[in-house]
């Protein structure tokens, strides 16, 4: 993920960031509580979601050279191109699409070019899809902006917010599939990422501890207005996308070296991506195995995204030892 942007850079530019690192395996941990079921106890802390991998991106890529900025988004592009290759040809194999003909399944085509899935039990892929589109628009306004105005593309998670969590409370619709798109979800946070790498040293002078307490308080607010609006059914929160995202990537930034020697770094440093990549293949095999036997399913739906988590670790060790050893890393 994020990792695909150090490889290469001067020392300074990849200066490991503990807080960074711990921050990616709390990620994939969520990734998988939101694929597979977990009834143990288990706190989401607000703020953790999956388009702060993006921000982490962004916040790499920045250099105050336009040009050497240039050349790790298009380094990073490569990159991606064949992970998405490989990868697209794994699920196919193990999940094989539905394509007719065109004519008549054109709009599964246009999922799968601009979504990254052709079956939402791959949809995990539009992450991927979504990190190409959003480098090449995001650099393409670098270039056309000139590195200013950056901020600007914040206002892309707008649509977001008609089209995802307030679609049922203000059309009565459920949320679209088309929240999963590289516009609104990327682009913003590749952004906010690069921003803050900007302008770090005068934002870390705020306390962001008292920040995101304030921002999640308001949060909560909204939530409790929303769900008396919406009939006490559910409680959408537009605070949610951004700025509660926004105040947790900078108050995992305000403390750089938690996380440092734990074994959240560890995980967060070699096998985050590999974690996302294929722990949607373990969901498939176990729920396979739940047909033939009630007590594994019983397991599985008890807590499943632990088991899923470890497995998914059991395999991106064994994938980069693999790589370890033929001297070539592209799975990261």
């Known amino acids: 993920m994020s990792s695909l942007l150090t490889e290469g850079q001067p020392a300074a530019a990849r200066a490991a960031i503990p807080s960074l690192y711990a921050l ?23 703020g953790f979601v999956v388009e702060l991998f993006f921000a982490i991106t962004g916040y790499f890529l920045y250099t105050a050279d336009l040009g050497t900025v240039q050349s790790r988004i298009w380094k990073s592009v490569k990159k991606v191109i064949l992970i998405i290759v490989i990868l697209q040809v794994f ?44 480098l090449l628009c995001f650099g393409g306004y670098l270039r056309i902006m000139k590195g200013r105005w950056v901020p600007l593309l914040f206002l892309l998670i707008l649509p977001w917010i ?10 009565g619709k459920p949320e679209s599939a088309f ?44 939530c409790l207005v929303t769900w008396c609006l919406s009939g006490y059914t559910y409680a959408p ?27 959240l770094e560890t995980i967060g440093e070699k096998y985050s991506g590999n974690i996302y990549y294929f722990h949607i293949a373990v969901i498939i095999g176990w729920k396979a195995l739940n047909a033939h036997s009630p007590l594994l399913s019983e397991i599985y739906e008890y807590g499943g995204a632990f088991i899923v988590f470890f497995i998914s670790l059991g395999i991106a060790w064994l994938v980069v030892k693999l790589q370890d050893l033929i001297g070539y890393h592209v799975l990261k």
């Open 24 to 46: 990616k395996a709390l990620l994939a941990f969520v990734v998988v509580t939101c694929h597979s079921p977990l009834v143990l106890p288990w706190v989401h802390i607000p």
């Open 91 to 134: 699920y196919n194999l193990i999940v094989p699409p539905e394509f007719g003909p065109i004519t008549s399944s054109y709009w599964l085509y246009i999922q799968w070019a601009f979504m990254g899935f052709s079956t939402f039990d791959s949809g995990h892929l539009w992450y991927l899809t979504a990190l190409l589109l959003g």
């Open 162 to 171: 008609f089209i995802g969590p307030y679609r049922m409370l203000l059309f």
């Open 179 to 222: 929240v999963f798109n590289f516009l609104t979800r990327a682009v913003p946070f590749l952004a906010m990422g690069y921003w803050v790498r900007a302008n770090e040293e005068h934002l870390l002078k705020y306390r962001w501890i008292n920040i995101f307490f304030l921002v999640l308080t308001l949060m909560g607010i909204e």
């Open 237 to 263: 929160s537009a605070i949610a996308l951004f700025p509660m995202p926004f105040a947790a990537f900078m108050l995992m930034l305000s403390y750089k070296s938690l996380g440092q020697g734990t074994w």
